[in-house]
């Protein structure tokens, strides 16, 4: 008997498949319950069917059809995430080239461009809040004080500036996450291309358009995609900075998702909007997945 | 010569921009500092002082009696230190099968795994609170846990298939051949050659769990189990706000993020790609 259960044992250690899915078992489940589950129960409550029963019903989704709310919000939701990446990346692009440069004390500044990026979004979320703050914010001040407004600024409570000052403290924090990717695709151009280009007497411009952007293509779009994943879902700092409104004034996607589900308990409906963010984000994410999937399967 | 002059003038221009780039990064961090040192009155004073007037300790000893922040860290560091350890070793385990064996199901897994980070918190947060609240676990620290593995679990994955594949198989099927089975293999070969990214990846899921907002905001409500993000979030949002304490506590829940992410910065780009993307 105990040679039997040592034989089953010896031969499921030398089963490459059995092995290979039990080493995946644990995380199978974890995927399937805390994923898996509540993507199926999302979908279902979306067409107005929970485990208990319902009657399939398109009606959320035409709801959100007819909600000026959820217009306002989409709208919303691409300016906050197509001003934040796109500054990120143009200001990540810039502080990159710089930090590759061999001039001394680079590895200060290199410490300094990412000091942003390591503050939890919650935090950078209240201070820019006390720094915004009408009456006494230091940015209301220092504005007053260089002549370039004639009163105190409502920054976070007012229509045209609330969402807008959201985005720069977005900037701020996010910049050096595509720095960071930057960086390391210049540190992977070989050095070799630039001699070349200087032996034939290329420009600095022309060296950048031809060398360095060719090279940088597919970092670039990697951190395009992973920037825009991330934007597009976060709640964090609109949640500390204003909470959506005034109103629903700076309520994106999955702010509004939050606050159908939790405060106002329309399951339904917060799940249409959500199985719509999702499509969307799918969508936006097609070139990364391929790309991260044709290295991945060309590693082999 | 002239070449030597046009260097002088271009490193002067690459400074000034850094040093603009620094400013711009470093004057919220210094305003947030200075603020933590006044004294309230100081904090709300008419033009505003840039550096305190009096350094003082007010905000560093009153945000303990504002708000039950020790609670609050302890509460993050119970959360997010287990889940952490959990997603690491939960993860290893798959990314070592994925990385080593070629099995039918692999590359739907690998692929489940991709896509599960890209869905949106807010989608998952819902039906996971019912689940919780069926089981009981709803405003405790263990179903808050749980569901930080669920957010930690695809991105340990993927980051550790990056550092398992950069080991050459090689080494381990030379280790096979030499009498080990795959999981001693497992234990002799990948994990002690892949040490410091197992810490970096732990430390990063510590650290995702760390800054969370949303589903601590989602899945508690009581002080008891508030998490340090989530109580300096309902702290901005009242009525009266005590600026100088929460600052301080702001800084002090910034530190292990920003002494971590700093240390291991050069984890970050190779471990969010799976290697795709070399750091």
Known sequence: MKQKVKDIITHILESKDIIAYILILPASMVLLFVLFYPILSTILLSFGIDFSGGIFTFNY?????????????????????????????VLGLIVALLLNKPVKGIVFFRVIAL??????????????????????????????????????????STKSTALYSIIIANIWRGFPFPMLFILAGLQMIPKSLYEAASIDGASDWSKFFYITLPNLKKTIIVVLMLSTIWEFRQIDLIMTMTGGGPGTLTDVLATSIYKQYF??????????????????????SIPYVRIILSSYEGGQ | ?????????????????????????????????????????????????????????????????????????????????????????????????????????????????????????????????????????????????????????????????????SIPKELDEAALIDGCNHITALFKIILPLSLPGI???????????????????????????????????????????????????????????VLLYTILQKYIVGGMTGGSVKG
């Open chain 1, 61 to 89: 989704y035409l709801r959100l059809f007819t909600d000026n709310e959820f217009w306002s919000t989409i709208i919303n939701t691409i300016k906050f995430v197509s001003f934040s990446v796109s500054f990120q990346l």
């Open chain 1, 115 to 156: 000091l942003p990026w390591t503050i939890p979004r919650v935090v950078v979320g209240s201070n820019w809040r006390w720094m915004y703050n009408s009456t006494f914010g230091i940015i209301n001040y220092t504005l007053l004080k260089l002549g370039l407004v004639s009163e105190n600024i409502l920054w976070l």
């Open chain 1, 263 to 284: 405060h106002f308990f329309q399951f339904n409906y917060a799940s249409a909007m959500a199985i719509t963010m999702s499509a969307m984000m799918l969508i936006v």
């Open chain 2, 1 to 165: 010569m002239k070449s030597d002059k046009k260097k002088v003038i271009n490193n002067g221009f690459t400074y000034f921009i850094l040093i603009l780039m620094s400013l711009f990064v470093v004057f919220p961090i210094m305003w947030m500092i200075s603020t933590s040192l006044k004294t309230e009155q100081e904090a709300l004073l008419i033009p505003p002082s840039w550096v305190p007037h009096v350094v003082s300790a007010f905000g560093f000893s009153y945000m303990w009696k504002m708000k039950p922040f020790l609670l609050y860290f302890i509460n993050s560091l119970l959360t997010a230190g287990p889940a952490a350890f959990l997603s690491v070793i939960i993860g290893g385990l798959s990314a070592y099968s994925i990385s080593r064996f070629r099995f039918r199901y692999r590359k739907i897994f690998t692929i489940s795994v991709l896509f599960t980070q890209m869905i949106p918190g807010v989608l998952i947060v819902g039906p996971y609170f019912k689940i919780l609240n069926k089981l009981s676990l709803y405003n405790t620290r263990l179903g808050l846990a749980l569901g930080y593995i669920a957010v930690a679990l695809p991105f340990c994955t993927w980051m550790l298939k990056g550092y398992f594949d």
């Open chain 2, 199 to 257: 810490v970096a990846t732990f430390v990063f899921s510590f650290l995702l769990a760390w800054g969370d907002l949303l589903w601590a905001l989602s899945l508690t409500y009581s002080e008891s189990v508030t998490t340090i993000t989530l109580g300096i979030a309902n702290s901005v949002g009242e009525y009266r706000v005590v600026w100088p304490a929460l600052m301080a506590a702001a800084l002090i829940a910034s530190i292990p993020s």
